[in-house]
């Protein structure tokens, strides 16, 4: 049980566009969804908190409007990297969970590379 | 502020010896404390976790000791395998948020 599926697993696409990663609950309702940004070799730092039905808070430094982040469900969360650039390239991961105390579930993260 | 130190990897071992990766914490309350795996390519799995203080977690062969006194939470396998080679991050939560702040992880390769 609680399985987290992130779509798509690698993406490249040009300079400029809009990117947008889904990330799906499929057996429990998450309540909270986070979105993670992972540079290679390095650890994962949080982005974003998402809980369902309410904006997104986004962690210091983070832009909001270049990541734009949508919960509209309890079974899914979606990234969307607006406008994306070469920096923007990264591995990308989000987490669900189904309650406050519960732990957070892992996706298997999304690949993201901008020519 | 809250934070993880992790060991700096990578970490070679032969198949069958034994593992430890060190993990402290500095962190103002009680925190729960975990320790996740990342395969290549992959997300993170949680691979154990403790909430108090002397609680052991454990899994596949893999535990970890919460040691307040000495605020750490390393992680140990007596035989490691092949297939244990991944990337290891210790993590601890310290408020109902429930955000993780990981450590940096550490890279462990085991040889055949």
């Known amino acids: 049980g609680a399985v987290v599926s992130q779509h798509p697993s690698w993406v490249i696409c040009k300079s400029g566009t809009s990117v947008k990663i889904e990330c799906r609950s499929l057996?429990?309702?998450?309540?909270?969804m986070f979105w993670y940004r992972q540079f290679p070799k390095q650890s994962l730092m949080l982005m974003a908190t998402?809980?369902?039905?309410?904006?997104?808070?986004?962690e210091q430094g983070v832009e909001k409007d270049k990541f734009l982040i949508n919960h509209a469900s309890l079974t899914l969360s979606t990234l969307t990297v607006t406008s994306a650039h070469p920096e923007d390239s990264s591995f990308y991961i989000c987490?669900?969970?189904?309650?406050?105390?519960?732990?957070?579930?892992f996706g298997d993260g999304t690949r993201l590379s901008i020519l | 502020g809250n934070s993880v130190t992790q060991m700096e990897g990578p970490v070679t071992l032969s198949e069958e010896a034994f593992l430890t990766i060190n993990c402290t914490y500095t962190?103002?309350?009680?925190?729960?404390l975990f320790w996740y795996v990342q395969y290549p390519g992959e997300g993170l799995q949680l691979l154990l976790k403790?909430?108090?203080?002397?609680d052991k977690g454990s899994n596949k062969g893999f535990e970890a000791t919460y040691r307040k006194e000495t605020t750490s939470f390393h992680l140990e396998k007596g035989s490691v395998q092949v297939s244990d080679s991944a990337v290891y991050f210790c993590?601890?939560?310290?408020?109902?948020?429930?955000?993780?702040?990981f450590g940096s992880g550490t890279r462990l390769l085991v040889r055949p």
């Open positions: 962190a103002t309350g009680y925190p729960s």
């Open positions: 993590a601890l939560t310290m408020d109902s948020s429930y955000k993780l702040i």
């Open positions: 403790a909430t108090k203080a002397d």
């Open positions: 057996d429990f309702q998450a309540t909270t």
């Open positions: 998402s809980n369902e039905g309410s904006k997104a808070t986004y």
């Open positions: 987490s669900a969970r189904s309650g406050v105390y519960q732990p957070q579930h």
